[in-house]
């Protein structure tokens, strides 16, 4: 009476016993492991198509914002912002030449009369200006000279030709170099 | 033996799985959220943009005199015939005869870039057209001196460059005249 009594089929014992030596734990284990990985991959399809669904309706918010975009009206501001840029810039620079003429006016002695005058501006932003002048003796030009020499606006004084006048008294020229400032105002 | 190989059949199944779908997914996935978080960031940038492009454009709407204003000052024209209608207004305005008048082009952008490297302009008027202007003009020393007050004054920006006047040799009636030559700069963008 050694043989135990089964109620599982012969066959069925055989079939399993064919599996088991087949596959093992492991083997069970990595199989899981793989339908696992399946499912993720099914849950990753499933939600990059639902990320694509808002990539493109966020692709449409962007595209409506564009239209509503008014590019006529940015590009007459962005002109008028660059006008009042460069606005800026040429008022900071404007120059006025009547007080270059005031100054010369205060400076001059009231004996000496201005008979020519060519100024410019330079490239470095101060004005030369030549004079030619008359008056009645040499004593008045060193005042002139002097008026000059002592104002801070002047940078520099030079007399290239003193001599005897037509008229009486005597005739001279002489370029004096303002410093920029002095066309500039705050 | 024969376990051992499905094992590692199956093991290499799981690492393929892995390596070829599950990992490019993830990665494909990183990716469109990227793309979507720098699209969600746009949106916002844009709304802004648009809702401060309209209080922009509310403003600008409601300053149009003071618009046009600056285009007086700094016109998008040469407008030549205004300038010469302006000068000849200065001129008679003052007291003086206009006797000569030039008006020519000059290209300013190469012109700022030297006086920026000489440091005598803060920046660079890229956009801005010069015109170079000679003028003749005729009368008193007071009413030369009344007419750069009004130039320096007038509503177009002008900068004159050089002044030159002699007395005027002719009839003794005339010796308070001088002829004055004017060079100056009206700019246009």
């Known amino acids: ?186 | 033996m024969k376990k051992s190989i499905i094992i590692i059949i199956l093991i290499a199944i799981f690492v393929g799985i892995i390596l070829l779908l599950d990992w490019p997914g993830v990665k494909d996935i990183l990716s469109i959220q990227e793309e979507i978080n720098h699209y969600s960031n746009l949106i916002e940038e844009k709304r802004e943009l648009v809702s401060k492009t309209e209080q922009l454009k509310q403003a600008y709407d409601s300053k149009q005199e003071d618009i046009k204003k600056v285009y007086y000052v700094l016109p998008k024209e040469k407008q030549i015939p205004e300038l010469i209608v302006q000068f000849e207004a200065l001129a008679s305005g003052n007291g003086l005869i206009l006797e000569d008048l030039s008006i020519q082009k000059k290209k300013r952008a190469q012109e700022t870039k030297k006086e920026e490297e000489q440091k005598t302009r803060e920046a660079v008027l890229q956009e801005v057209e010069t015109l170079k202007i000679s003028l003749k003009v005729t009368g008193t020393y007071l009413s030369f001196e009344s007419f750069l007050k009004t130039l320096e004054s007038n509503v177009r920006i002008m900068d004159i460059q050089s002044i030159d006047f002699t007395s005027k040799e002719s009839k003794e009636e005339e010796s308070l005249f001088l002829n004055f030559d004017v060079e100056l700069e009206a700019y246009y963008r």
Do not use: C
Request: glycine share 6%; hydrophobic share 40%; proline share 1%.
């Open chain 1, 1 to 186: 009476m050694s043989d135990e009594i089964s109620l599982i089929p012969g066959e069925y014992k055989g079939k399993k016993r064919i599996i088991s030596t087949l596959i093992s734990k492991w083997s069970v284990l990595v199989i899981i492991l793989i339908m696992l990985s399946l499912l993720i991959y099914g849950g990753l399809i499933f939600y990059k198509k639902e990320l694509e669904k808002d990539l493109s309706s966020f692709q449409d918010v962007v595209d409506e914002l564009n239209k509503k975009r008014d590019k006529d009206f940015e590009e007459r501001a962005m002109s008028l912002d660059g006008a009042l840029k460069d606005l800026k810039v040429i008022l900071k620079n404007h120059v006025y030449w009547s007080d270059l003429f005031s100054k010369l006016e205060t400076l001059t002695v009231p004996e000496v009369v201005f008979l020519e005058f060519d100024s410019a501006l330079e490239k470095d932003g101060s004005i030369k200006t030549e004079l030619k002048g008359q008056t009645a003796g040499y004593t008045y030009l060193a005042k002139q000279i002097r008026s000059f020499e002592q104002e801070q606006v002047i940078s520099g004084v030079e007399i290239e030709k003193i001599s005897l006048g037509t008229e009486g008294g005597i005739e001279f020229n002489m370029t004096v170099i303002f410093e920029k400032d002095v066309l500039l105002k705050e």
